[in-house]
């Protein structure tokens, strides 16, 4: 008996899925339109899994599930943010039914190849979506407060309004934060769609486009961190020319500098961000008022250094500390991810955090520089897959100094997905492992199905 490598599924099961899973973490500041109730939403994500898994389990009597290291590391993960979860204690299950979702997802997509390519399409489709709608609201006021401002009316429509007045553009987003996590995602996915090809002008047009919207947030770390992946993903598809790549990307990155400055004559709005780094340094605080944060952040993890307080207790903390002597809000997170996970879920869950983060990391830039030198055959598509998996996972982990990835959706699932296809190309290339072999039999209608379950 031998494992099926890869089955073609005539129902688009694991398209559709894909586009339950994207459309939920893209619509998280809209999804009161979306979603009847928090019930119907969280029944889409698990209805996403099993998609997911009903694509695997078509028409098939007999075969081989392949638990690979990458899902038995993320079923330990799935263990910290569990256990003593401060989401649960009050009835909250948005981040455990997430993650497990995407665990299930992990552990079945390496059965179907419809699906990598679907999340590089939809990232851009949502993204441009969000892109368009930051431009139109910086070109009307009036269109933004009579026909965007009032799908956002569940938030504080006097503090989205003053943003708006400052010149932040938060687009279809009650926080220009979240405007500039869709919009640094989208960027990275039209950056990966135009390295197959440098000469397409509509991929340029459309970066350009997304791009020049997340100059219009204002926000500084989604910018940022978005030139940073950009520059790494260069450097790497250089790995079959590496002579002069780094003075290469220089010059690529000196244009676009250039390009912003000559832009901001007629736009000045697009200085935002870099006019907020020089008042923060004027300031003396680089942070931006994230200080007070990480210190809490290092006095809980001194308390409780070993385990932790439990995933999820930081905001639930901070506003007992801070919000018996003035207005703060309830949901504040460290917005540093490794100060956050030290307080959380302590030394032993940092470690493990840390090993996943820096083992996931090494294994995309292996597998990208290995096809760009052409030290390993993969489907065309990977071509752009390959770029936006290692876009999402330098980002994610850059953002996560300044940001809250780990928490947020919005970024999460794309370095989740990342994960999961790295983790589809590298079960395919090592398919000669060692096994160890579980057969687990279950009774099924009208006939009966042996499933294997292989650890590689």
Same mark, same amino acid.
């Given at each position: 008996?031998?494992?099926i ?25 809209l ?20 998609l ?17 290291? @990458? ?10 943010? @569990? ?49 368009v ?17 009032p ?24 926080h ?11 960027t ?15 991929n ?100 409780k ?42 030394v ?93 039999s ?5 006939r ?9």
């Amino acid at each position: 008996m031998t494992a099926i490598k890869n089955q073609k599924i005539k129902l688009p099961l694991t398209k559709i899925a894909i586009f339950m899973l994207l459309l939920y973490s893209f619509t998280i500041p809209l999804a009161v339109h979306i979603y009847p109730s928090v019930v119907i939403k969280y029944i889409t994500l698990l209805l996403a899994a099993g998609l997911f898994c009903a694509a695997m389990l078509k028409k098939l009597k007999d075969f081989y599930i392949k638990i690979t290291p @990458t899902e038995i590391f993320m079923f330990f993960l799935g263990f910290f943010v @569990t256990i003593g979860n401060y989401e649960l204690k009050i009835g909250g299950y948005y981040y455990v039914i997430s993650y497990w979702v995407l665990w299930i997802v992990a552990v079945a997509s390496k059965y179907n190849d419809q699906w990598q390519t679907t999340i590089l399409n939809l990232s851009c489709i949502f993204s441009m979506v969000y892109a368009v709608a930051t431009i139109v609201a910086y070109l009307s006021e009036s269109i933004y407060l009579n026909y965007m401002l009032p799908l956002l009316s569940q938030y504080n429509t006097t503090r989205l309004i003053r943003l708006y007045n400052e010149g932040y553009m938060l687009g279809l987003t009650e926080h220009y934060s979240t405007n500039g996590m869709y919009l640094a995602i989208g960027t990275g996915a039209f950056f990966a769609k135009l390295v197959p090809d440098f000469k397409k002008k509509q991929n340029w047009i459309c970066l350009l486009v997304v791009i020049f919207a997340l100059l219009l947030t204002g926000k500084r770390g989604p910018l940022l961190f978005a030139i940073g992946a950009i520059v790494v993903v260069l450097y790497f598809y250089k790995s079959d020319k590496p002579n002069g790549r780094i003075l290469k990307i220089l010059a690529v990155v000196a244009a676009g500098i250039i390009a912003v400055l000559i832009a901001s004559i007629w736009v000045p709005n697009i200085m935002n961000a870099i006019d907020r780094f020089a008042s923060t340094s004027d300031d003396g605080d680089v942070t931006a008022g994230r200080g007070p944060l990480f210190a809490l952040a290092i006095k809980l993890f001194k308390q409780k250094p070993l385990l932790g307080w439990g995933w999820g207790s930081y905001p639930y903390l901070y506003y007992e500390v801070y919000g018996k002597y003035q207005y703060v809000a309830p949901q504040r997170h460290a917005h540093n991810i490794y100060l956050q996970l030290l307080c959380e879920v302590g030394v032993v869950g940092f470690v493990v955090f840390g090993i996943f983060f820096v083992w996931q990391l090494y294994r995309v830039l292996k597998l990208y520089k290995d096809y760009r030198k052409g030290l390993i055959i993969l489907p065309d598509s990977v071509s752009a897959v390959l770029p936006f998996a290692v876009y999402s996972q330098v980002f994610f982990l850059m953002y996560g100094m300044t940001g809250n990835p780990l928490y947020d959706v919005m970024v999460l699932f794309p370095y989740l997905l990342s994960c999961i296809t790295v983790n589809y190309y590298t079960s395919k290339r090592y398919s000669t492992s060692n096994r160890i072999t579980f057969i687990i039999s279950r009774l099924m209608p009208k006939r009966k199905k042996r499933i294997r379950f292989t650890i590689h």
